[in-house]
């Protein structure tokens, strides 16, 4: 593909390509040609595209009332559908002005069976409290994976499901369960704050997108001790490293009480790898899995993570799987499900973008009506007035308006006065 320089870059267009290439991810920056990842390996397609050309693009897709906070940040996330392809955009400031990382996501309801993973994975939703990690590399389908085991209560059990993810992947439809989705920047400010909000709102599952901060970390944490499922990702290689990993992200002087905490919470853990198929012509998921036995969580509350591979061999009685067993079921797996043009095609028109949340402006409230004027009658002056004021009752002494103090207290005296005579 040539792009003309001075030439308008259509997004719909890179998709629609990306789309024919059978890829997963696109990558666009400054003169250099258009990138796409297809079954994992990267291929550069096309010539230079110009830089300003995609600067136009990024400002398109932002718009100018977010421009000037991407200026800033020099990053922007979002999720939208473009061309019936449901996309995960990261726009970004590089050394050649603007660059574009793009996934392609699955417009389908991911199950474990879609995904071609282990049934037993079902095991890791059927306890009603606990943490659930599931951890891997990026690209390898952790968000996929999460997705499938929420599919997995929505279908099978009713129970209120709130999701914090930055931004939303895949759009979940309730069928048994009563699902909330929330973005960070758009529903929430952070992970953090959605995380403290959710434990007022009666969830009974929590799943986290992203668990990176020592702060959500903890908060995680806290929610699956107090009677909450939650479902977290973390990028590690292996499962015994991403609790290595949660528990370094805390100061030394507490890591134990967190390798307690960690240990009594803990219902599993999943890490993933993609392998391509030739056969099939697909990447399928190879996971190895940890599962929360007595001997597991003793070497979690000491500390000993290094000891967690052999736990792993051991533990296949109790769910655990290591790469070597999974790769050995996969190679006797058929019964595999090969995604079709049917089930890529988005189920519903796209929805409009949801606006961002502003602030009404403050209610006035409404004015008192004016009370009826009464006319105050006309004060008589000694000029005005030529008639004398009328007398006064026997017993009772009348002030004139006019008159000051000294005036009353005379007349005051001249009545005693008076009276004694």
């Given amino acids: 593909m040539s792009w003309q320089e001075g030439a308008a870059v259509k997004l719909e267009a890179v998709i629609r390509l990306a789309r024919e290439q059978g890829a997963s991810d696109i990558h666009l920056e400054g003169d250099m040609p258009l990138a796409l990842r297809v079954r994992g390996a ?59 990382a793009i996934r392609l996501l699955s417009s389908s309801q991911a199950t474990l069976k879609k995904l071609n993973l282990h049934p037993d994975l079902r095991r890791l939703v059927e306890s009603p409290h606990g943490l659930v990690l599931v951890c891997g590399p990026t690209g390898v389908g952790k968000t996929s994976t999460l997705a499938a085991l929420l599919q997995e209560i929505n279908l099978h059990e009713a129970r209120h499901i709130i999701t914090v993810e930055s931004p939303i992947e895949y759009a979940l439809v309730p069928r048994q369960s009563f699902i909330r989705q929330r973005e960070v920047g758009r529903d929430t400010p952070s992970f953090a704050q959605a995380l403290v909000d959710a434990l007022r709102e009666d969830p009974d599952v929590l799943m986290v997108g992203e668990m990176r901060e020592p702060e959500v970390m903890r908060l995680t944490l806290n929610a699956a001790e107090t009677g909450h499922l939650v479902l977290a990702t973390v990028h590690s290689a292996s499962t015994g490293e991403a609790l290595q990993r949660v528990v370094s992200a805390f100061p030394p002087e507490i890591q134990g009480a967190v390798c307690n905490q960690l240990a009594d919470c803990l219902v599993g853990v999943v890490c993933q790898r993609l392998r391509y198929r030739a056969d099939l012509g697909i990447r399928v998921p190879e996971c190895e899995v940890l599962m929360a036995s007595t001997q597991v969580k003793s070497l979690v509350r ?114 005693d006065t008076g009276s004694e005579e």
């Fill in 42 to 100: 990267l291929r550069l397609v096309g010539d230079a595209i110009p830089a300003a050309a995609l600067l136009a693009m990024a400002r398109d897709l932002i718009g100018d009332s977010e421009w000037s906070e991407f200026l800033v940040r020099g990053s922007h996330d979002e999720s939208r559908t473009v061309e019936g392809q449901r996309c995960r955009i990261n726009l970004l400031r590089s050394a050649r002005g603007v660059g574009f």
């Fill in 302 to 415: 000491q500390g000993f993570f290094y000891k967690l591979p052999s736990a792993i061999e051991t533990g296949g009685a109790d769910g655990s799987w290591t790469f070597t067993r999974y790769g050995e079921w996969l190679g006797r797996k058929t019964d595999w499900h090969l995604p079709s043009a049917a089930e890529e095609a988005p189920a519903e028109p796209p929805a409009a973008p949801v606006p961002r949340l502003s602030v009404p402006p403050p209610v006035r409230r409404p004015e008192p009506l004016p009370r009826p004027s009464v006319p105050k009658p006309k004060r008589a002056t000694r000029e005005a007035s030529s008639s004398p004021p009328p007398p006064a009752e026997e017993g009772v002494f009348v002030i004139q308006e006019e008159k000051d103090l000294t005036d009353i207290l005379r007349e005051l005296e001249r009545g």
